[in-house]
Nanobody, 112 residues
Framework: QVQLVESGGGLVQPGGSLRLSCAASGFPFDYYAIGWFRQAPGKEREGVSCITTSGDSTKYADSVKGRFTISRDNAKNTVYLQMNSLKPEDTAVYYC?????WGQGTQVTVSS
């Protein structure tokens, strides 16, 4: 069955970095674009970034442009989200998405 498993979240100080991973299985990974979303407490889920099948095109929410970088390794069926210069407002549960499928999420907390 289709599985998307996020990892790499945690507690980090403002200005710090984290790298999230999304390991996919159960479908032809290199045929699908993948997205990262996040949901902060009391807020709606929002799109953060997405990447095309080959990785040659990416998009970012304005709030993370210049700080986050999405990438993928099709040989490993994995998508990454490198997050630098983290801010308290980046605190959220981060989800990996492919079409109708979602991972379970990984918590990112930015706090001093």
């Amino acid at each position: 069955q289709v599985q998307l498993v996020e990892s790499g979240g945690g507690l980090v100080q403002p200005g710090g970095s984290l790298r999230l991973s999304c390991a996919a299985s159960g479908f032809p990974f290199d045929y699908y674009a993948i997205g990262w979303f996040r949901q902060a407490p009391g807020k709606e889920r929002e799109g953060v970034s997405c990447i095309t099948t080959s990785g040659d095109s990416t998009k970012y929410a304005d709030s993370v442009k210049g700080r986050f970088t999405i990438s993928r390794d099709n040989a490993k069926n994995t998508v990454y989200l490198q997050m630098n210069s983290l801010k308290p407002e980046d605190t959220a549960v981060y989800y990996c998405n492919c079409g109708i499928y979602w991972g379970q999420g990984t918590q990112v907390t930015v706090s001093s």
